[in-house]
């Protein structure tokens, strides 16, 4: 099966500057990756995904880059807030037709916006 | 906007009660996901399911079984609750892309 693994597990960044967090799969089938950010008390929230026929994808501050080639794939926070504190996963999938399957995680990185 | 709803935000159990964890969605949605969270170790997929009456195991189904008997409850059961399924359980729900909605998530502790 797929293996997601994540790094680091702890980021500390000063207030306004960039992070950057890695992900690194297994399975070349793979070929959705969403990124997914958890505030204390709740669920996961989808922020940014990206599909294997694109290298990067931009939403604001935040950008999400794949390199199939070599398994590997980033998020990237620029202008770093307060409010970005939180987990941050990543996962990879299979993306057939009925979108039924599961997503495989990452172990999650704990970012701290440092003012 | 999509509402996943989970019956608990804290359970306590004793070892060897049958616990029963509900999920709603509102949303119609085909697909609903079961999960784990535990400190180091992600979110680990317990079962999913595609449509009613439908259930399929995902990475870690020991020790769970699964209903699903209306398009938008999905419950996860653990028949004799140990003090190792102590952990965050996190239900989710998708259309048919794979953007999942999760819950607020369930604490359960069984002592």
């Known amino acids: 099966g797929e293996n997601v693994e994540q790094h680091p597990s702890t980021l500390s960044v000063q207030e306004g500057d960039s992070a950057v967090i890695k992900c690194t799969y297994s399975?070349?089938?793979?070929?959705?990756f969403p990124w997914y950010k958890q505030e204390l008390g709740k669920g996961p929230q989808l922020i940014i995904d990206?599909?294997?026929?694109?290298g990067e994808k931009k939403d604001q501050r935040i950008a999400v880059t794949l390199n199939k080639t070599a398994k590997h794939f980033s998020l990237h926070i620029t202008e770093t807030q307060p409010e970005d504190s939180a987990v941050y996963f990543c996962?990879?999938?299979?993306?057939?037709?009925?979108?039924?399957?599961?997503?495989?995680f990452g172990k999650g990185t704990h970012l701290i916006i440092q003012p | 906007d999509v509402k996943v709803t989970q019956s608990s935000r804290y359970l306590v159990k004793r070892t060897g009660e049958k616990v029963f964890l509900e999920c709603v969605q509102d949303?119609?949605?085909?697909?609903m996901f079961w999960y784990r969270q535990d400190p180091g170790l992600g979110l680990r997929l317990i079962y999913f399911?595609?449509?009613?009456?439908?259930?399929e195991k995902g990475d870690i189904p020991e020790g769970y079984s699964v209903s699903r008997e209306k398009k938008e409850r999905f419950s996860l059961i653990l028949e004799s609750a140990s003090t190792n399924q102590t952990s965050m359980y996190l239900c989710?729900?998708?259309?048919?892309?794979?953007?999942?909605?999760f819950g607020p998530g369930t604490r359960l502790t069984v002592t």
């Open positions: 989710a729900s998708s259309l048919l892309t794979y953007e999942q909605y």
């Open positions: 399975d070349s089938a793979s070929n959705y």
């Open positions: 990206i599909r294997s026929n694109v």
């Open positions: 996962a990879a999938s299979i993306e057939s037709g009925g979108g039924a399957d599961g997503l495989t």
């Open positions: 949303m119609d949605h085909e697909n």
């Open positions: 399911s595609y449509d009613v009456k439908m259930k």
